[in-house]
Structures are given as C-alpha cells and as structure tokens.
C-alpha cells in the first residue's frame, strides 16, 4: 500500500465546499468517486484545507492510499482525463506512509480579489468582490502590519469556529494593485481560523474607506471583539494559494 499526494485546483463557484456532504457536489466527495472508479478500489481521501461554498484553490493538498500500478508522477494526467474540467490536478507524488496533509504544516497561503471598478467586466463579477470605489491602498498596508504577528485572533473569526485555541501566526500581509482596477490582499499564515481570511479583507476594505484607523487595529485585537471588525467578506474573492510542509524544500 503507497501513499499518494495531490495538489488539487478547483474553481469553488460550483461546490458546497472541499469537504464531502452526502447528497451535495464537493470537491472532496467528487474526487473520492473518480479515484475510486479509476483505481478500481475504495478510495477516501484526507484533504488538508477544508474550503468553504464558493472558495477556490490553486494549491490545496489531498492524499491517499492505494495499491494501484500506475506511477505517482502519471495519477495527475489519469485523474484529469476523468473528472469533470473544473477541478484539476496539478501534481501526483508519493510520499511516506505516514503523511498527513493537516499535521507539520509550515505555512498557508491564501488571496483575497478586489474589484474598486464602477463598471465591472463580467468575468470579474465572478472571482472579485466589487466594492465600486477607489481604497485607501496605504492605510490598509499601515493597518496590515498591525495584524501580522502571533496573536488571539478571536476579533477575526466567525462565531461558528469550532476551535478552542485563536491563537494564529500571521507572517506577513502583501496589498497590491492588480489590472482592471483590482486588488490583491494576500495573507500567508501557519493556519486560519474559520472565514478568517474573508474577516481581515473586509477589515482592510474598512480600513480603505476610512471606516477604521490603521492604528485601532492593536485594540481591536486585544478586545477579541467580533462587532468591532469589517464584515466578512463574499467567499468568491477568495483563494488558497498553496500550503507549504515543514518537510519541503523551501
């Protein structure tokens, strides 16, 4: 028995998450049966970020185990000559036995879309959130740096969180422009707490419009107060970039 990984891309508009939901399309439960029909055997796999409605990856992480013959660098070719176009596998590898997609993880990555365009094209009304005016691009980075660090992250996540410890690294929050009027806010962290991510952008665009002071963000965090903070953002704007393992190369 072999253990294999998956880089998994999917555009999340069509799915109720990653993680399999009986009577729901998922990415995981869609994977799970092309995998097992093409592998001939039961196939389960572990995902390591669990995505909700409407998120998109570039970079989530499966595994698997099987004894299938085909070799680990082709199951990616094999899989997408299979499964519907919307999800893609960008790579196949073996790894050891005892992998697991959500333990030694070093870092995440994830990108929040903006669109600050009156008039939208069609496509970006899609994979940005529109908020139909310019941001204060400088102030956001000033308030960005406040929220980077080790801190209880109970301001920025949702009530519904099932974790106990809000205790979070976030090493570092990129802002940039992007063409057509777009912006990019990019949060690379050691692990997100639930809608965390949507909850710093929508601090940000907050922070942007001139509805938050840069230099509050420090007691906001302290108070670990919901109701202070911007709203948390549309899921489409959303994206997981990558995970890194404290095993790789990097």
Do not use: W
């Not at 965090?221 to 790789?248: Q, S």
């Amino acid at each position: 028995m072999k253990r294999f990984k998956l880089i998994v891309a999917y555009d999340g508009l069509a799915y109720c998450g990653y993680q399999y939901q009986p009577e729901l399309p998922t990415v995981e439960g869609l994977l799970n049966d092309v995998l097992s029909e093409l592998l001939g055997e039961k196939i389960v796999t572990i995902g390591a970020s669990r995505t909700d409605t409407g998120v998109h990856a570039y970079g989530n992480v499966a595994v698997f185990d099987s004894d299938t013959k085909i070799p680990a660098e082709k199951l990616a070719f094999a899989i997408n000559a299979n499964i519907i176009k919307s999800i893609r596998i960008m790579e196949s590898s073996e790894v050891a036995a005892d992998f697991h997609p959500r333990r030694n993880v070093l870092d995440k990555t994830y990108e929040y879309h903006i669109n600050m365009a009156k008039i939208i094209f069609p496509t970006d009304r899609l994979y940005r959130h529109n908020v139909n005016h310019a941001l204060d691009i400088l102030a956001m980075r000033e308030a960005a740096k406040h929220i980077e660090g080790r801190h209880d992250f109970t301001s920025f996540c949702s009530a519904k969180t099932d974790k106990e410890d809000k205790v979070r690294t976030v090493f570092q929050i990129d802002i940039e422009e992007a063409p057509r009027n777009g912006l990019v806010i990019r949060v690379r962290g050691d692990g997100f707490l639930y809608n965390m991510v949507r909850i710093i952008a929508g601090t940000l665009v907050k922070v942007g419009e001139g509805k938050i002071r840069p230099e509050e963000i420090p007691d906001i965090i302290e108070k670990k107060d919901r109701k202070h903070l911007g709203t948390t953002l549309p899921a489409n704007g959303l994206f997981l970039m990558g995970i890194r393992y404290k095993e790789d190369n990097v």
